[in-house]
Nanobody, 115 residues
Framework: QVQLVESGGGLVQAGGSLRLSCAAS????????MGWYRQAPGKQRELVAI???????NYADSVKGRFTISRDNARNTVYLQMNSLKPEDTAVYYC?????????WGQGTQVTVSS
């Protein structure tokens, strides 16, 4: 069974930074896709960034130039460095893993950006 455990959310002022982490455990194939989605109150869940094993990140236009996704394959961990945060980045951030056609989700971590 695959589990994803997120950490690093919190409250930050606009212009500040946060770093999210997500560690995956269980039976995981080395070639997979990990990433982050977010869901703001009253809105649909949206893609923030994804990264494949050994590849570069792909980003939503709204976070390009501000967020950086990275991963440590040896630790099955994905990170999201968020800089220049804006109030509109406020949401619950979910880690995701796609492995052999199956999607797994973390429990979510709250990010709140005050103006």
């Amino acid at each position: 069974q695959v589990q994803l455990v997120e950490s690093g959310g919190g409250l930050v002022q606009a212009g500040g930074s946060l770093r999210l982490s997500c560690a995956a455990s269980g039976s995981i194939f080395r070639l997979n896709v990990m990433g982050w989605y977010r869901q703001a109150p009253g809105k649909q869940r949206e893609l923030v960034a994804i990264i494949i094993s050994g590849g570069n990140g792909n980003y939503a236009d709204s976070v390009k130039g501000r967020f950086t996704i990275s991963r440590d394959n040896a630790r099955n961990t994905v990170y999201l460095q968020m800089n220049s945060l804006k109030p509109e980045d406020t949401a619950v951030y979910y880690c995701t893993l796609r492995d052999r056609g199956l999607d797994y989700w973390g429990q979510g971590t709250q990010v709140t950006v005050s103006s």
